[in-house]
C-alpha cells in the first residue's frame, strides 16, 4: 500500500507564500506522474500541477506563473511551491500519485487558507 503524507498548509495573507511537501512511502520514479489536486468547498476537485517521472510539467492555467511543482528523489518527495496567493487558492491540497497501468493514490491532504 503506497502512502502519501502531505505538509505545509496553513493560513496565509493574500501575496503570500507556502511550500507544499508530499512524502511518498517508495520511490516516486515508481509512478509515472505525481500531482496536486485541490478541492475548495462546493467545487470539484481539480488539477493544479503535475510531473511526469520524466519531468515533463503541468499547470492549471489559474496558477502558471505562480505556483512551481518539484521533487527531490532522494526523499521521494514532491513539493508545490505556491507565490502571490490569492484568495481563490483556498481549498483543501491533495497530493496524487499516478499509473498509467493502476490505481491512482491521495494523500489525506492539506488545507490552504488564503485570509487577511
Known amino acids: 500500500q503506497v502512502q502519501l503524507v502531505e505538509s505545509g498548509g496553513g493560513l496565509v495573507q493574500p501575496g503570500g507564500s507556502l511550500r507544499l511537501s508530499c512524502a511518498a512511502s517508495?520511490?516516486?520514479?515508481?509512478?509515472?506522474?505525481m500531482g496536486w489536486y485541490r478541492q475548495a468547498p462546493g467545487k470539484e476537485r481539480e488539477l493544479v500541477a503535475a510531473?511526469?517521472?520524466?519531468?515533463?510539467?503541468n499547470y492549471a492555467d489559474s496558477v502558471k506563473g505562480r505556483f512551481t511543482i518539484s521533487r527531490d528523489s532522494t526523499k521521494n518527495t514532491v513539493y508545490l511551491r505556491m507565490n502571490s496567493l490569492k484568495f481563490e487558492d483556498t481549498a483543501v491540497y491533495y497530493c496524487?500519485?499516478?499509473?498509467?497501468?493502476?490505481?491512482?493514490?491521495w494523500g489525506q491532504g492539506t488545507q490552504v487558507t488564503v485570509s487577511s
Open positions: 517508495r520511490s516516486i520514479f515508481s509512478f509515472n506522474a
Open positions: 510531473i511526469t517521472s520524466g519531468g515533463t510539467t
Open positions: 496524487n500519485a499516478h499509473l498509467n497501468t493502476g490505481p491512482d493514490y
